[in-house]
């Protein structure tokens, strides 16, 4: 058990809609990563935040957003979804703010757009 | 430009017999290196870290990495595989933002 906790495990919807996944990480850490799994594209970054603030952005795209609420943790708004968008999305946190340090996973969300 | 490249996409070894995993890294500077294992349906889980010093790094479940600058390389080896080692085992490296290789899946046969 990595300490990083992930809600929902998984999550059915249709193209169009919008769905929140959510992420608590690890007591101390102050850092949350958002990370896309899917067979075509791997494991690609989206978006870390840091205490709060926005810290590096990756691949995400516009219809995506997250955010860091003050105790921590985090949240990943997907909307207006495609079928392309089904893959697993993992929430990773470190104490790290700037450079990399261990990042320790969460068990992920398995999102399927139908 | 910043790469990961892990060249083998699938390997199968027999139970008891060691294992190399490749991974090779393009970067403007010596990265910190990273080796994740993900079982099915699990998250990743770190098996070890390079950050400087002693080039060989002692991980979890018995794996070991060395890392070689010349070669840019960072190899993870186990003397002797168990049937549970069978997962998908990624390298990582970065500086500022973690690049993830494409993942290795590693079938064990009894």
Redesign the interface.
Known sequence: D?G?TQTPKHLITATGQRVTLRCSPRSGDLSV?WYQQSLDQ??Q?LI?YYNGEER?K?NILERFSAQQFPDLHSELNLSSLELGDSALY?C?SSQAA???????????TRLTVL | AQSVTQPDIHITVSEGASLELRCNYSYGAT??L?W?VQSP??????LL?YFSGDTLVQGIKGFEAEFKRSQSSFNLRKPSVHWSDAAEY?CAV??????????TRLTVKP
């Open positions: 990595s990083v990563y791997g494991l970054f870390q590096a990756g993992f990773a700037g450079e990399v340090d261990t990042q320790y996973f969460g068990p992920g | 990265p910190y990273f994740y349906g699990q998250g990743l889980q770190l870290k990624f970065g500086l500022r933002d973690m690049r993830f290789g494409a993942g």
